[in-house]
């Protein structure tokens, strides 16, 4: 009988220890660190505005910037409705969540399958600002032409119809990343390749600015350019080191691989321009920062500092080589969206599936120089579903909007500047 008492006692010692180890508990150290990741990503939005800003003529520089507020504003609106529940809610057949989740019904302070170690609302709100600048992005290839009522509900439609679902395909458990095995550690796929093409889509549909190519049009305030580049550098850390979800050594790489490829981008594609064009830029070098800050972005958890070194280098050269063709080429993206986004991001998806080491991040896999080449095709196959996808439903919905409020400014108003036709007022109250 002193047997069976002891062995039972131990037993249900035993299954208590297992389901308290197995129960999700929420950590107050990764709980901290991605309370400033999330700010760090919510202060990439007007840091681009700031960026985009000064790259337009001084007549448009409120409404550019203004663009990339308002959707900060809207899209975390949208994401606590729909947007949330659409991306990461219960998986509809690898394709869609579901509504399970709409107005964040079942979604508070207890952890989620997503992290384990922090509240399923802070989860959430980390997520929404990767939506917030998705979109944002997309207003570099159309600024100084779009109408202001058509930005707003293009963007609506988008964030539901083509950023929710491909989100869900690789953040939220869907087939690329569930089934397909594709790797995207802080969301390459979802935000920069994403954005880019939708710019394509965007420069098709709304064609040149008016007088592109027979009118100067160079930045007007590269100061503020440089401004919201370095707060996008600083917003990325929490972008890429906040994606290990958690404050520990696979944070530590991600932030270390992030840095060290964008530092090196910069240098490379200002040694580029230097011997391309007799002299080294600011502006060149500020968009070399941001070419790596997107192409190690996939990669930045799965890769060696090394290995990020190369990428960065890569990835300056290739994106500036991108962004010198666009005239020849002939396509009005205003602010080098494909050039820097869609280039460096294709660059970055396809460097993962060459780089990425178990011995970086055993939740990953090994890449292509690592004895393992099924992981390049999978990141391939990934883009390629990524660009058909987002290409077509972002013509239709240019079209549609198009029909409903008309996408471009009048000829009048595209004169005048969109801050005093759009939002009536200036930025300056000197035209010196």
Wanted: glycine share 12%; charged share 10%.
């Amino acid at each position: 009988m002193k047997k069976v008492i002891l062995t039972t006692l131990f037993v249900l010692m035993f299954c208590t220890a297992v389901l308290a180890a197995e129960a999700p508990k929420i950590d107050t150290g990764d709980t901290a660190w991605m309370l400033i990741s999330t700010a760090l990503v919510m202060l990439m939005t007007p840091g681009l505005g700031f960026f985009y800003g000064g790259m337009v003529r001084r007549k448009n520089v409120l409404g550019t910037i203004m663009h990339s507020f308002i959707m900060l504003c809207m899209v975390s609106v949208i994401w606590v409705l729909w947007g949330y529940t659409l991306s990461f809610g219960p998986d509809i057949g690898g394709v869609i969540g579901s509504f399970a989740w709409f107005g964040l019904n079942s979604v508070g302070q207890e952890p989620s399958d997503y992290a384990k170690t922090v509240p399923h609302l802070l989860f959430m709100m980390y997520q929404g600002m990767f939506a917030a600048i998705t979109p944002a992005l997309i207003t570099g290839a159309f600024a100084e032409r779009m109408k202001f009522s058509a930005l707003l509900l293009f963007s609506a439609l988008w964030l539901t119809f083509v950023y929710a679902p491909l989100c869900h395909w690789v953040c939220g458990g869907g087939w690329i990343v569930g089934k397909l095995g594709a790797l995207d550690f802080a969301g390459g796929t979802v935000v920069h390749i994403n954005s880019a093409v939708a710019a394509i889509a965007a420069v098709i549909v709304m064609g040149k600015r008016k007088g592109y190519g027979r009118e100067p049009m160079p930045p007007h305030n590269l100061p503020l350019t440089i401004l919201g580049g370095a707060l996008l550098w600083f917003g990325w850390f929490g972008f890429n080191a906040g994606s290990a979800l958690s404050s520990s050594g696979l944070a530590s790489v991600a932030f270390v691989t992030t840095n060290t490829a964008t530092a090196m981008a910069a240098m490379a594609w200002m040694f580029t321009e230097w011997m391309h064009r007799g002299k080294p830029t600011a502006l060149g070098a500020v968009s070399g920062a941001v070419a790596g800050l997107v192409a190690i972005t996939p990669g930045a958890g799965f890769v060696s500092p090394m290995s990020s070194i190369f990428i960065g280098m890569v990835a300056g050269v290739l994106c500036y080589v991108a962004v010198s063709l666009k005239p020849k080429l002939g396509y009005d993206d205003s602010l080098d969206v494909i050039g820097v986004h869609g280039v460096g991001g294709t660059f970055g998806a396809l460097a993962t599936g060459l780089f990425a080491s178990k011995a970086i991040n055993d939740a990953g896999n090994n890449g292509l120089l690592y004895g393992n080449a099924g992981l390049f095709v999978k990141q391939l196959i990934a883009v390629v579903a990524t660009y058909v996808f987002v290409f077509v439903v972002s013509i239709v919905l240019f079209k549609i909007v198009d029909l409903i409020v008309g996408l471009r400014a009048s000829e009048e108003d595209e004169y005048a500047g969109l801050d005093l036709s759009m939002h009536g007022e200036k930025a300056y109250d000197s035209e010196t």
